[in-house]
């Protein structure tokens, strides 16, 4: 064995620790590889396969883990703020509603989901890449504004967006200027055309 600074408490930890260094075994059958260093495995059959990593509990058949091994273990989810976690990882608060925080100001993160996600209440500082789609869901409106050729917000909770019909002009139904209009390129009018003021053209034809 060339490997130094390991921790293995527990029966049969890190058995299979032969050369990584800073290794830490919590618990029954705990491996942390052959060769991997600063690799924490915690809890009964639980895996490490990489360096610098942590990894909680074990997973159904690997390590020894499963039905298929003579024993009751199954693949753990993680709880924090809940002594009966539903999920993988389940973040609950004991009192209010739980938060969790992803990266700083001066320190971003980069949060990926791969799947479909029900979100309730989400608040993204920055760029939210891939945040459309189909499908329906609920949540909270914050702000929504209104920028040229819109009418109806600022939104902060719920409304209706509209389209300013003094700005962007209508393919149906007739339409009503005031001030000075500029269109570069042909204009094909179809019907009668009431102009209260001057036209300057370079060309008419008809």
């Known amino acids: ?3 130094s600074e390991n921790t293995a408490i527990g029966e049969n930890a890190l058995q299979g620790n032969s050369a990584g260094s800073f290794a830490t075994g ?7 590889g052959s060769n991997f260093s600063n690799a924490t495995a915690i809890g009964a059959f639980a895996r490490v396969a990489e360096n610098n990593a942590l990894v909680l ?10 039905a298929s091994y003579g024993n009751p273990c199954a693949s753990v989810s ?20 739980p938060t969790v925080n992803f990266g700083s100001a001066s320190n971003p993160a980069s949060f990926t989901v791969n799947g479909t996600t029900t979100v309730g209440s989400l608040t993204v500082t920055g760029t939210c890449t891939g945040c459309g789609g189909s499908g329906s869901g609920g949540g909270t409106v914050s702000n929504v504004g209104t920028g040229l050729g819109l009418t109806g917000g600022p939104i902060t909770g719920s409304g209706t967006l509209s389209i300013n019909t003094a700005v962007v002009p209508q393919l149906a139904g ?13 204009v094909n009018v179809t019907g009668n055309t009431t102009v209260t003021g001057n036209i300057a053209a370079s060309a008419v034809e008809g």
């Open 57 to 66: 509990g074990g997973i159904t058949g690997t390590n020894g883990c499963g």
């Open 174 to 186: 007739g339409n009503s200027f005031s001030g000075a209009q500029s269109v570069n390129g042909a």
């Open 1 to 3: 064995m060339t490997g």
């Open 78 to 97: 993680v709880g924090i703020g809940t002594t009966a976690p539903k999920a993988t990882l389940d973040v609950e608060a004991p009192t209010g509603s």
């Open 26 to 32: 919590l618990g029954f059958g705990t491996d942390a």
